[in-house]
């Protein structure tokens, strides 16, 4: 299992400078679950050529009879809690259950597998873990199979004998990975067929079955059986469901933090209505062009082009990732906006956030903050979403220090649960567009099934009843992350 040649990395360093400021707090309580995993991709070119043939693949299939899918949600996405989102999908015939972490930042499925190495046995979400065994009614992807070309980006691999099994691995740069190889089962999920009802329902999919485990995702504290990546490539659930003509490549989140869990849905949400901002095209993951932010009523005075990080263009949306992370002058000149009002108030350094005592509503005492997207689409952060409370009257600033730094030595924004929850975030695949309003999470949407014609209700669902957060166990991901795939046989 020697690795051959690696496909081109995109290497993202995340630069953790935070100020210098008074240690111990007094009312800090515990250790922050942050999960910022942030895969990159192989390079652009060649792989970006082939998706971008499949998906005209995908464009031109007929008989749109597409249907919507419902998936249960769990989690809160503060890093005083579960610092993450997660779904229960099933898969195999007779179908078992799988706690997976939904992440638009990345594109495959990938779970846990029997016998795996260094895999968890047990988790801190109060959730029991199962290992997913290929020998029931799984089948072996071949690397000569036109999946394993596609899922390693287009980059050319030998193999060795074409039924050699096809390979991945994916590497953070805390040295925590996932190796395995591919898998194609059955995937049951909830097909939305009346208000606020599913039928059980199927498709064949290409999966990642992880053999080897490294690092901290092994670990405990946020341990889940995988990882379903939302990411629009040819290899993700999604782009395979859309493929199979059961599903349009149209989702929607609502990440609650007010009651856990939320809404995620696939299919044509017709409401609530919401704003749109076009994708940037060809770039691996969500990216969007962000124009400006305001504090208040105050527009913050940027250097031009600051937002204009050179190849990786624009400003990327993740749910894998519990954080914002904002270049070091951006976030430097909108720290001073915030606290713009309190020029005598002491901060405290906690685990590199910036935490300070505050007795009173945050959202009476500090601004909002309003992200501005080209096509007129705006996101507003409340003070409540943007400064989380660690104890009591003890409150700390979710906004990180550092942006992603890529190869040319740009920074990036990275916009992760702490601004997208409570908002209703709509990725419309087939419009190459992305759009969210405001949205009281725990209540319903409504989708469009073309089945059927007709319209139904969705609604909020919570899985993680049971679950109490376990202050003793430490994770925090905030280091270089980098993923790669490739072959090895
Ligand atoms: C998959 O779905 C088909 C048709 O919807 C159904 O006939 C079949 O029994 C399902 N298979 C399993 C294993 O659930
Ligand atoms: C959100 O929706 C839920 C369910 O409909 C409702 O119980 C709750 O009061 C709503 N919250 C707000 C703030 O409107
Ligand atoms: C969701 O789960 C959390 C954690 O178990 C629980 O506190 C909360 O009451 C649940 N919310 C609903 C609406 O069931
Ligand atoms: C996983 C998956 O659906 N792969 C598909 C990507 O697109 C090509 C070409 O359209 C299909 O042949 C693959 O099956």
């Known amino acids: 299992m ?6 081109r990395a995109l290497l993202l360093v995340l630069a953790l400078s935070s100020a210098a400021l008074a240690p111990g707090p007094a009312g800090a309580t515990g250790v922050f679950r942050v999960r910022r995993k942030f895969p ?10 082939r998706l971008a043939a499949l998906r005209r693949h995908d ?16 989690g809160v996405g503060l890093p005083t809690e579960t610092g993450l989102y997660f779904t229960r999908i099933e898969i195999g015939a007779p179908p078992r259950g799988y706690y997976v972490q939904v992440d638009t930042g990345s594109d495959i499925l990938w779970i846990n597998c029997v016998r795996c190495d260094g895999c968890p046995t047990r988790s801190g979400l109060g959730i029991e873990l199962t290992q997913y065994d290929p020998a029931g009614s799984g089948s072996t992807v071949g690397c000569g199979q036109e999946f394993c070309a596609a899922a390693n980006a287009g980059v050319p691999q030998p193999c060795s004998s074409e039924s050699s099994p096809c390979q991945f691995r994916i590497t ?17 999920y909830d097909r939305v067929s009346g208000d606020g009802q599913t039928t059980p329902s199927n498709a064949t999919i290409t999966f990642g079955c992880g053999a080897q485990l490294g690092g901290d995702l092994g670990s405990d504290s946020q341990a889940l059986d995988g990882i379903l990546g939302f990411g629009q490539s040819n290899s993700s659930v999604l782009s395979q469901l859309a493929a199979a003509s059961k599903v349009p490549k149209i989702f929607a989140h609502c990440l609650d933090t007010v009651r856990g869990g939320g809404i995620f849905a696939i299919g044509d949400v017709v409401q609530p209505i919401v704003k749109t901002t076009p994708l940037v095209p060809n770039m691996p993951h969500y990216n969007v062009n962000l124009e400006g932010i305001s504090v208040g009523d105050a527009i913050l005075q940027l250097p031009t082009n600051i937002f204009d990080s050179g190849e990786n263009k624009g400003t990327i949306i993740d749910s894998g990732t519990t954080l914002a992370y904002l270049p070091e002058e951006v976030h430097k000149t909108l720290m001073a906006a915030v606290f713009n009002k309190y020029q005598d108030m002491t901060f405290h ?11 009173g509503s945050v959202d009476d005492g500090f601004p ?56 209703l975030v709509v990725y419309n695949l087939e419009n190459k567009v992305i759009g969210w309003t405001d949205y009281n999470c725990s209540s319903s949407i409504k989708i469009k099934d073309d089945m059927t014609g007709f319209t139904y209700t969705v609604d909020a669902h919570n899985i993680s009843s049971g679950w109490r957060f376990q202050w003793h166990k430490s994770l925090v991901l905030l280091l270089v992350t980098t993923i790669w795939s490739y072959l090895m046989f």
């Not at 953070?172 to 049951?188: A, E, K, N």
């Not at 350094?349 to 007795?359: A, K, L, P, V």
């Open 2 to 7: 020697a690795p051959s040649s690696f496909s």
């Open 40 to 49: 990159g991709h192989g390079g652009a070119g060649e792989a970006e050529e």
């Open 59 to 74: 464009g031109r299939r007929h008989g749109r009879l597409l249907g919507a899918a419902d998936l249960p949600l769990g």
């Open 172 to 188: 953070y740069g805390d040295g925590s990975s996932t190796t395995g190889f591919y898998v194609t089962d059955l995937l049951q």
């Open 349 to 359: 350094n906690y685990q590199d956030f910036i935490c300070f005592q505050f007795s």
């Open 368 to 423: 909002i903050i309003t992200f501005s997207f080209e096509g007129d689409l705006t996101l507003n952060v409340y003070p409540h979403d943007y400064l989380f409370q660690n104890g009591n009257d003890f409150y700390c600033v979710g906004f990180v220090n550092g942006g992603l730094q890529t190869k040319d030595g740009k920074n990036m924004v990275l916009l992760g649960d702490l601004v997208l929850s409570n908002k």
